[in-house]
């Protein structure tokens, strides 16, 4: 690993595109979200030349509007799916103590009975098997709770129904942050890796095999060739576009569903601890998230537009109406802060298929040079990338392609701002005073940045004034800082605002003004370092604020339809320029 290799700077991503154009690689990855990152460092890792491409920005999709936990998914045992449960909790193990501890930390959740006997009978077996099936030891245990201790730890649940609870674990992560990281640990092993490359056709050779991709820079506007001796699709809910221009038969199809989040102030709910509740026909995440609580998620078939999914009023009106049932103070939509909503891909098979679909994911080879990998949870990424890496190999070998390829290691690969963590925290809180970062601001970096955060420090240190706050924050809010925006375009890829405060930060959805006021610092501050003139800014500026409007309005409509026609007013920026 060459951890020079990772930093996605502007003139690293032109550097790449003369990479892509004119190199053939072994393996071409479509779909930068988490599962398209982690087949990268997979194939990167076992030695294969490999390119990984994006139509927008890194985790721009289903891998930045998660419900931001890697957890086994209790409900999966009510289904006796055992075998999912005990592979998700392992890889929450492997996270949360080898390979990105630093994004990744354990939460309690509090699970309220309302049954004395059979609720706490079912719900503690349950719990038992959840704390030894699968990464036991990464967590505390579950523990029975009384009436008394529930309400001393969340004194905000309401009072009348509580007989008593359960207290477990899962883990909380940053998703954007995580499948970043991923992006540039990808990139650090060899990997050729850009954003705002949109796939417009797929090419064969002679015999009928996939051999590449015919791309548009939507930067520039500029189309060029990849050539690849395979390639794999991971584009999530966009899987069957490209299924069709691959050609061939596929056994699945994906199906879309909507999962809607929102976030109030901590201060709205009494209580030191998340919770966990059945909805009406699902399970509801309480969850803390800095200076929020994060409440989610729904669970609706999406028709609609694949690009920008929308909450509508009838989704945060379900969420409310869940959670206003065991709280002693209702919310209402005036205690909302943010609001977003992402696409899960779902597959589901087609008449006839013969392919066995009992797995959460999917991985298939339709014709040759084309493998698909698709379903699945964002806790089981690494074992689908594994998988879908098997398949194109197997591809390959059956080609006469390529010989022997080393078998994946990446459950011993800790993403790049997990090396040589201890050393950096030591360093950073010997450094921080004196550069004007505060023990507060020490913990915030540490966990969004783990060893990383020594380039941050580098840059402070001849931009002292980086250090203060990004505008627009709220008290309590969680301090993001100026110097974090800089560092987003110059190492992390961001081209455009909404790529910092969306997915390298959450303002657009941890600030009541989504982010409008700290917009126009980040403009300035993204603009100094990509050449902007006054009129750049003030496009990018209007974007994100007719962005905003577009998903405020969104908000009001009565069903998804009505929400996608507001929110379709203003798309991705890149989707625009060209």
Excluded at 202 to 219: C, F, I, P, Q, R
Excluded at 418 to 428: I, N, S
Aim: aromatic share 6%; with cysteine.
């Amino acid at each position: 690993m060459d951890p020079g290799k990772s930093v996605l700077s502007p003139n690293q991503r032109e550097r790449a595109l003369g990479a892509l154009a004119e190199s053939e690689f072994d393996l071409l990855v479509i779909g930068g979200g988490v599962t398209g990152a982690g087949t990268a460092l997979d194939a990167a890792s076992r030695g294969l030349s490999v390119a990984l491409v994006e139509m927008r920005d890194w985790a721009s999709g289903t891998s930045s509007r998660s419900g931001k936990l890697f957890h086994g998914g209790l409900r999966y045992l009510e289904q006796f799916n055992f075998g999912l449960v005990r592979e998700a909790l392992k890889e929450r193990g492997l996270m949360l103590e080898k390979l990105c501890p630093h994004l990744v930390h354990p939460i309690e959740f509090i699970y309220p009975i309302e049954h004395r006997v059979w609720e706490r009978a079912y719900m503690g077996a349950g719990l038992f098997l959840y704390d030894t099936i699968g990464g036991a030891g990464a967590v505390p245990r579950h523990k029975h709770l009384s009436r008394k201790q529930v309400l001393a730890r969340a004194p905000g649940l309401d009072h009348k129904s509580l007989v008593g609870g359960i207290s477990f674990f899962d883990a909380q992560v940053d998703d954007s942050r995580h499948t970043l990281e991923l992006v540039r640990t990808a990139a650090a092993y060899g990997s050729v890796v850009a954003p705002a490359l949109k796939v417009v056709r797929l090419s064969h050779d002679d015999t009928g095999a996939v051999n590449g991709a015919d791309v548009k820079d939507l930067e520039s506007g500029n189309e060029f060739h990849i050539a690849a001796k395979t390639v794999i699709n991971a584009t999530g809910v966009w899987t069957d576009a490209l299924q069709e221009m691959a050609g061939g038969h596929s056994d699945f199809s994906v199906q879309a569903s909507k999962g809607v989040h929102i976030l109030v102030p901590r201060d709205r709910i009494d209580s030191e601890v998340s919770v966990f509740v059945r909805a009406e026909d699902s399970v509801l995440f309480i969850r803390t998230w800095g200076a929020h609580w994060l409440i989610g998620t729904t669970d609706t078939p999406w028709e609609q537009g694949l690009d920008h999914p929308a909450a509508s009023a009838s989704d945060i009106e379900y969420l409310l109406r869940n959670v206003n049932r065991v709280l002693n103070v209702e919310l209402g939509v005036a205690d909302i802060d943010g609001v977003y909503a992402g696409l899960r891909p779902l597959i589901k098979g087609k008449e006839g298929a013969t392919s066995d679909l009992s797995r959460e994911h999917a991985v298939e080879t339709t014709v040759p040079g084309f493998t698909t990998v698709a379903g699945g949870k964002y806790t089981t990424y690494r074992v689908m990338a594994e998988d879908a890496v098997n398949a194109a190999i197997a591809d390959l070998q059956s080609r006469g392609l390529i010989d022997t390829v080393a078998n994946s290691d990446t459950e011993n690969i800790p993403l790049i701002g997990a090396t040589d963590l201890a050393e950096a925290q030591t360093r950073l809180q010997a450094n921080a005073k004196s550069f004007g970062v505060s023990s507060e601001g020490v913990d915030h970096l540490l966990k969004r940045y783990g060893s990383m955060v020594g380039e941050l420090i580098s840059i402070l240190k001849y931009r002292p004034e980086l250090a203060a706050p990004i505008a627009g924050e709220v008290a309590g809010g969680p301090g993001y800082l100026r110097v974090e925006a800089l560092y987003a375009v110059t190492h992390e890829g961001a081209l455009h605002i909404d790529d910092i405060l969306t997915r390298r930060t959450h303002l657009s959805i941890e600030t009541p003004d989504q982010g409008l006021a700290a917009a126009e610092e980040v403009a300035q501050i993204m603009g100094a370092e990509l050449g902007w003139d006054e009129q750049r800014i003030q496009i990018e500026l209007t974007h994100y604020q007719d962005r905003v409007a577009a998903e405020r309005e969104a908000h009001t409509a009565v069903d998804d339809s009505g929400a996608m026609l507001a929110r379709n007013r203003v798309p991705d920026i890149r989707l625009t320029r060209v």
